[in-house]
């Protein structure tokens, strides 16, 4: 298999996070796939934000759950972005996507929107929680699915089989030769973040990983160069 780019939130290096304009310079750049995060609207819209709170990255404060879509439409996410919907992202670029659920309510109105579209070839599913995974598993049939992991031990393999999961996201900073192997002996994909510079880049290759999630398109262009 091909070593895999995949742009973390876009670009979001170089323009802002998780927006139309982060993710058709993703496109633009040659990158493999883009990951995303979803969370739900006060009034169930699949809304592109990685936060909780829209205080970070956008002019607004406050939870997204306590606001409506048109709410959230009307703050500047940056550079004059507005907030998109998943849909949006679906029409506005043509990669493979990785969307990460935060939660199971996520995962049930995200299972609506793939069975309607016929998107289990296309998108990936992600998620930090065990049963978001699990869920969408159980809503859309034959669904890709990663667990991701920040703080894990070898335990983390055995909870991907658990739900399922064919593939694990997990912080490169914490990655060992142990769990790698034991993830190739589960059969499971590795995915290493975030990956953005050289030393980075060079380690995800030595461990031998299929892939790694970057904020900055120049990890593409390097990419084939380094082992």
Avoid at 52 to 57: G, I, L, N, P, Q
Avoid at 77 to 96: K, Q
Avoid at 146 to 166: E, F, K, N, P
Avoid at 169 to 179: G, V
């Amino acid at each position: 298999m091909n070593f895999l780019t995949i742009g973390h939130r876009g670009v979001m290096g170089v323009e802002p996070e998780n927006t139309l304009r982060s993710f058709t310079a993703a496109e633009r750049a040659g990158l493999d796939m883009i990951e995303l995060d979803l969370h739900l609207s006060r009034d169930g819209a699949l809304v592109v934000m990685h936060d909780e709170y829209v205080d970070r990255t956008t002019d607004g404060t406050g939870p997204i759950a306590e606001r409506t879509l048109a709410e959230l439409r009307a703050l500047d996410a940056g550079r004059e972005e507005r907030v998109p919907v998943f849909e949006e992202v679906l029409d506005a670029v043509s990669l493979p996507l990785q969307a990460e659920i935060k939660d199971v309510a996520a995962a049930r109105v995200l299972a609506e929107v793939m069975t309607a579209r016929d998107l289990a070839g296309r998108v990936e599913v992600s998620s930090f929680h065990d049963e978001a995974v699990a869920e969408i598993a159980r809503l859309v049939p034959g669904v890709r699915t990663a667990l991701i992991a920040s703080r894990y031990g070898t335990d983390v393999v055995d909870r991907a089989v658990a739900v399922g999961a064919g593939t694990l996201c997990l912080n490169i900073r914490r990655l060992t030769l142990e769990i790698v192997e034991r993830a190739r002996k589960a059969d499971l994909r590795i995915i290493g973040w975030v990956v953005n510079t050289q030393d980075h880049l060079r380690l995800v290759r030595a461990l031998g990983l299929d892939g790694a999630t970057t904020d900055y398109p120049e990890i593409k262009r390097t990419g084939r160069f380094t082992a």
